[in-house]
């Protein structure tokens, strides 16, 4: 059965850290934490808060779904949809967001709704209960 947990961040400070330490816990819960991938989940909530932050004028909502699949959504209140800067330059900060998002994940993608978008991403399930331990 799909488990479902919703953070709140409309107008929190410090967002991006209580969103990876909020997924962090959902991981722990699953019994999908200590290995790599998990720590490529969180990477994603990261990209994807920051992005949202930087781009979409904020972040309202972090939902995390667990399944077949570890599902991350993070809603903002813009209908702008995300794009990818066709080749950000080494070295250099920005512009890499999307593609670290495009690389870590199975599937990624923008849904829109009636007060703005989410912007979503996937880890297949079987990836964090057989990923490569974790270096930490």
Do not use: Y
Not at 11 to 40: I, M, S
Not at 72 to 85: K, M, Q, S
């Amino acid at each position: 059965m799909a488990q479902r947990r919703r953070l709140a961040l409309s107008g929190v400070r410090g967002h991006v850290a209580k969103g990876r330490d909020f997924t962090r816990r959902a991981l722990q819960d699953w019994g999908w934490d200590g290995n790599a991938t998990a720590e490529d989940a969180l990477l994603l909530v990261s990209e994807l808060l920051t992005n949202a932050s930087l781009h979409a004028g904020g972040c309202i909502e972090l939902v995390v779904s667990a399944g077949e699949v570890l599902r991350i959504e993070v809603f903002d209140g813009t209908t702008t949809l995300p794009h990818r800067h066709p080749s950000p330059q080494r070295g250099l900060p920005g512009g890499h967001g999307l593609h670290i998002v495009e690389r870590l994940s199975d599937r990624w993608g923008t849904h829109v709704h009636d007060n703005g978008k989410a912007v979503w991403a996937e880890i297949e399930a079987s990836r964090l209960t057989s990923g490569r331990p974790s270096s930490r």
